[in-house]
């Protein structure tokens, strides 16, 4: 199977950086986009960015201009460069494969158990 495993959470001030990594392993054939998420307390789990293989990237408007997305093909690994944090950018964050595990088999989503961003005011 596949797994996906994050890194890089923690606490930091409002102001400050984070860089969160992603690694996929496993059965992995192909990998198309790659994406983070985050759930904050008591609300729903919302994009934050996502990439494709090709490198194109998709932001939220909450992050646009602080956060960078990236990856690493040959590593399976995708990052979120995360600057200037803000208190409201406090939440669980998600790493999120497209995998295709096997020349013309299907592609599945896996998700990665989360890592804890916590930003002080």
């Known amino acids: 199977q596949v797994q996906l495993v994050e890194s890089g959470g923690g606490l930091v001030q409002a102001g400050g950086s984070l860089r969160l990594s992603c690694v996929a392993s496993?059965?992995?054939?192909?990998?198309?986009?790659m994406g983070w998420y985050r759930q904050a307390p008591g609300k729903q789990r919302e994009l934050v960015a996502v990439?494709?293989?090709?490198?194109?990237?998709n932001y939220a408007d909450s992050v646009k201009g602080r956060f960078t997305i990236s990856r690493d093909n040959a590593k399976n690994t995708v990052y979120l460069q995360m600057n200037s944090l803000k208190p409201e950018d406090t939440g669980v964050y998600y790493c999120?494969?497209?995998?295709?595990?096997?020349?013309?088999?299907?592609?599945?989503?896996?998700w990665g158990k989360g890592t804890l961003v916590t930003v002080s005011s």
């Open positions: 496993g059965i992995i054939f192909s990998i198309n986009a």
């Open positions: 999120k494969g497209e995998v295709q595990s096997r020349p013309l088999r299907p592609w599945n989503d896996y």
């Open positions: 990439i494709t293989s090709g490198g194109s990237t």
